[in-house]
């Protein structure tokens, strides 16, 4: 964590429940990982990115960052014959490969053959600094683009969720991809047009004001709202799973227009009732801290998703009153601290926070169904 102020989530925050370590709830005969070896040569390589059968410009994908001494000493060692990681690559609905890991070395072997950089800092074949692909000996030119990468493609007949566990364990670089960004990776489409476009919204980026977009942490709030307002009754954990689950299912079509008009209406009713801080826990001089907590996010927006929303704007005291004294109440503290992901936790918060709307005289129907879904 830097100084400046960014989402308390679940990795890390030590009040925040750490749900995206979760593992996943899957049957046996629903572990299903299909991968295919290919040894796949150089040539091979530059001609399936020219064709598009090879994807490296994935709008989740982290950019090319190797200098230009590192990308040569890779060239240097295949010219060795050295051997290098291997690559995983997805299999995406259209039939072409993803990229998930050796990005920076399969970029760095395209640009070299197509001519986009010279060899420089090798310290072994000395000889070829300064070169070129086209000013390399015919016989390395030969030798370069017949050498083999083994490379490991995840098909598309794969579970999706496990899918989604491999690329986890795969990213492991020194810039790791966060677990929206992941999704990207698999379940690009529409609806992750839509979470971008929504998550610049002033009406939404007003009421997480002081909290950094960093790991596309917006997205991922507003993926978390739409999955849960559809789903709180029925909702089981992991919530990983159920976010993926979303995604999956709806990544090609965007929330339906009054979808959106209801997220828009709820935004908009936190603005006017809590401002910037709705979502900030208060620190020890009274005032909201730093960062927010996602837990106390659910049980305030989905809350307010399932009441009169008017009756909220026209009482925001009497709101205010009631966030504040649920923070001073021990078991909801517990259900926005621990383990947040859990089903009676999850239901808890936001069925006492719904409760409190009812006591106070605003409709909402969500307290009563979440009793009745014990």
């Known amino acids: 964590m830097t100084e400046e102020q960014t989402l308390f989530d679940d990795e890390s925050s030590e009040d925040v429940t750490k749900d995206q370590e979760e593992p996943l709830y899957l049957a046996n005969r629903e572990r299903r990982l299909v991968t295919q070896p290919y040894d796949l040569s150089l040539s091979t390589l530059v001609d399936d990115i020219k064709k598009d059968r090879l994807l490296l410009n994935i709008e989740y994908q982290r950019q090319y960052v190797w200098d230009r001494a590192k990308a040569s000493r890779l060239i240097e060692s295949l010219l060795l014959n050295i051997p290098v990681p291997v690559c995983y690559f997805a299999e995406n609905e259209d039939g072409a490969y993803e990229v998930i890991d050796g990005l920076q070395r399969i970029t760095t072997i395209s ?159 936190v603005a006017e009732v809590f401002g910037d801080s709705g979502f900030r826990l208060p620190a020890p001089n009274g005032r909201p801290a730093p960062g927010m907590n996602k837990a106390l996010f659910d049980a305030i927006m989905i809350s307010f998703s399932h009441a009169d929303r008017e009756q909220i704007r026209a009482r925001p005291e009497a709101v205010r009153e009631l966030r504040d004294v649920l923070l001073q109440d021990e078991d909801f503290l517990f259900a926005i601290g621990r383990a947040t992901a859990d089903r009676s936790r999850m239901h808890y918060r936001v069925s006492r926070f719904s409760e409190g709307l009812a006591e106070r005289g605003i409709a909402t129907t969500l307290h009563e169904a979440l009793e009745n879904a014990k």
């Open 111 to 269: 640009n070299y053959l197509e001519g986009k950089f010279e060899l420089k800092g090798i310290p072994v074949l000395s000889e070829l600094e300064g070169k070129f692909f086209s000013e390399l000996s015919q016989r390395d030119q030969r030798r370069l683009s017949g050498r083999t990468i083994r490379c490991i493609v995840i098909t598309e007949d794969s579970d999706p969720d496990i899918k989604f566990d491999v690329f986890e364990r795969l990213n492991t670089g020194s810039a790791r991809l966060g677990s929206q960004e992941l999704r990207n990776c698999i379940y690009r489409g529409e609806l992750n047009d839509f979470l971008r476009n929504v998550s610049e919204l002033p009406y939404f980026t007003g009421i997480l004001s002081g909290v950094r977009n960093r790991r596309m942490d917006f997205e991922e709030l507003a993926l978390r709202f739409f999955a849960l307002h559809a789903t709180i009754i029925d909702y089981r954990p992991p919530l990983r799973q159920l976010l993926n689950g979303y995604m999956r299912k709806n990544r090609a079509v965007i929330p339906r227009p009054e979808e959106m008009d209801l997220f828009a209406d709820v935004c908009r009713t």
